[in-house]
């Protein structure tokens, strides 16, 4: 989807955020997950890549549409 959603959350300074998006309703929910950090860390660290931000998105169903 490549869409950009600002981020709601008051303490949001870290820069790193995954976006659940359902295909069907398209309502968006946004996840900050430290192991999730710490993951694309170790990958832009492999990469001699130093991240500044990063956003991961997940395309499929919500709860409400998957069992609707």
């Not at 990063?54 to 499929?60: C, H, I």
């Amino acid at each position: 989807m490549s869409a950009f959603s600002l981020c709601v959350h008051s303490e949001c300074t870290h820069g790193r955020a995954a976006f659940a998006i359902c295909a069907n309703c398209g309502r968006a929910s946004e996840v900050h997950d430290p192991a999730l950090e710490r993951v694309l860390r170790r990958i832009a660290r492999r990469q001699g890549f130093r991240t500044k931000s990063a956003t991961v998105e997940l395309s499929g169903l919500c709860g409400a549409c998957a069992h609707g």
